[in-house]
């Protein structure tokens, strides 16, 4: 049985993503961590604006309603123009707002993501960082997980071809497994 329930925010809509197979990779891998991965989709959900705070659009309140029943948030990030890509930004708008109803406040959570650069997604995990310290989520700091892309690294159902990796993706997702236990231990 996993030890915890982990909501994961793949960043990117692309049908060939390819940290949709880093995702896969780590939904794989994730019970070797005690872990349990399930996805939270961002791809129906409208641009945010504050009208929407006095009737929340159903798939609004169902994201919000899922970050606040898990254990703990994961999110797999593309960089895009050295930022975050717009939808993950707008998943964490919608899950901070109404005002006072932060869905993030006191949450567990983690940032990996991969690109074919070579400080794969450096940057735009910083900025999810930024934005999640603000939202009060306890954010894994160590290790950090920059995975630089190269075609047949991982396949389209999340088989991962070098064992370096594999192994290194286990040690984050075990490290994630130790922060979720002892944040949620410091809030009882
Ligand atoms: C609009 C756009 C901006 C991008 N900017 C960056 C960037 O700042 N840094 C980077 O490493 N790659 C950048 N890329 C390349 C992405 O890393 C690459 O397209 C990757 O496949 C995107 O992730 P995904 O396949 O999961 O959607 C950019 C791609 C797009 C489409």
Avoid: C
């Avoid at 995702?23 to 349990?36: I, K, M, S, Y």
């Avoid at 169902?62 to 254990?71: F, G, H, I, P, S």
């Avoid at 920059?146 to 396949?155: A, K």
């Amino acid at each position: 049985m996993p030890e915890f329930t982990v909501r994961t925010i793949v960043g990117s809509l692309s049908e060939k993503s390819i940290n949709r197979k880093l995702f896969r990779a780590l939904d794989r891998l994730a019970p070797e961590a005690g872990l349990q991965l399930v996805e939270l989709p961002i791809k129906d959900l409208p641009l945010y604006n504050h009208d929407f705070d006095a009737d929340y659009p159903e798939v609004a309140t169902q994201l919000k309603n899922d970050v606040e029943a898990a254990d703990a948030v994961l999110i797999v990030t593309p960089e895009y123009n050295r930022s975050m890509p717009a939808g993950v930004k707008n998943a964490l708008d919608w899950a901070s707002r109404p005002w006072g109803t932060n869905s993030f406040d006191g949450k567990p959570a983690a940032v990996i993501g991969t690109s074919p650069g070579a400080i794969g997604t450096a940057i735009a995990q910083n900025h999810v960082r930024g934005v999640l310290a603000f939202l009060a989520a306890p954010t894994l700091a160590q290790p950090e997980a920059y995975i630089q892309d190269r075609p047949g690294l991982i396949d389209d159902e999340g088989e991962i071809a070098d064992e370096s990796t594999r192994a290194f993706l286990v040690q984050y997702l075990t490290a994630f497994r130790e922060h979720i236990a002892k944040t949620l231990r410091a809030e009882r």
